[in-house]
């Protein structure tokens, strides 16, 4: 079964600039979560779909946001990009069912290999 | 929100040796997972452990809930486990929000 995939692998920008980036999950999973990692702070949750929803939302401003589509594939954007957004972007996928939590492996969260972001 | 906390931060080991990484958390969580992230950046999963004890070869886990500690061991240390180790949880009641540890940064030396 092929892994959560995400494109592109390497990304440069100038800042003011907007940037989309992208995440296949694993098939079958219905779950797609973003987290940013930078030297600073560490490994941080951006935001999570499921079923084409935002059903949580970490503490980052207005310009990142994101959707899903139908067959599960998210994107992420940031726009008015600025220096600080240079960062590796992680994508994570995981099988869970809405609401309650029936089957607790399907908890487990999956990662794709990342797009790392420069902004100049 | 959820506290974690790793340690050592830092360890350097000698190919053949023994290792105990420790995670702490703060509330009571529905998922804890351990990683090991690569040279390249991907976190490669290597238990998901909200409770009890796993094994998998070299390394193990354990997760005692109800004292909210993690372990992870790792035995006949070899080069290729250099890296980073995060341990991530859930909190009961949050759905699909990792919050991860600051890591234990792992060389192993010839």
């Known amino acids: 079964k092929a892994g959560v995939t995400q494109t592109p692998r390497y990304l440069i920008k100038t800042r003011g600039q907007q940037v989309t980036l992208s995440c296949s999950p694993i098939s079958g999973h219905r779950s797609v979560s973003w987290y940013q990692q930078t030297p600073g702070q560490g490994l941080q949750f951006l935001f999570e779909y499921f079923s084409e929803t935002q059903r949580n939302k970490g503490n980052f401003p207005g310009r990142f946001s994101g959707r899903q589509f139908s067959n599960s594939r998210s994107e992420m954007n940031v726009s008015t990009l600025e220096l600080g957004d240079s960062a590796l972007y992680l994508c994570?996928?995981?099988?869970?069912?809405?609401?309650?939590?029936?089957?607790?492996?399907?908890?487990?969260?999956?990662f794709g290999p990342g797009t790392r972001l420069t902004v100049l | 929100g959820i506290q974690v906390e790793q340690s050592p931060p830092d360890l350097i080991l000698q190919e053949g040796a023994n290792s105990t990484l420790r995670c702490n958390f703060s509330d009571s969580v529905n998922n804890l997972q351990w990683f090991h992230q690569n040279p390249w950046g991907q976190l490669i999963n290597l238990f998901y452990?909200?409770?009890g004890t796993k094994q998998n070869g070299r390394l193990s886990a354990t997760t005692v809930a109800t004292e909210r500690y993690s372990l992870l061991y790792i035995s006949s240390s070899q080069t290729t486990d250099s890296g980073v180790y995060f341990c991530?949880?859930?909190?009961?009641?949050?759905?699909?929000?990792?919050?991860f540890g600051t890591g234990t940064r792992l060389q192993v030396t010839l």
């Open positions: 452990i909200p409770s």
């Open positions: 994570a996928s995981r099988r869970t069912q809405g609401g309650g939590l029936a089957v607790s492996s399907y908890n487990e969260q999956f």
């Open positions: 991530a949880v859930e909190r009961t009641g949050t759905a699909s929000k990792l919050t």
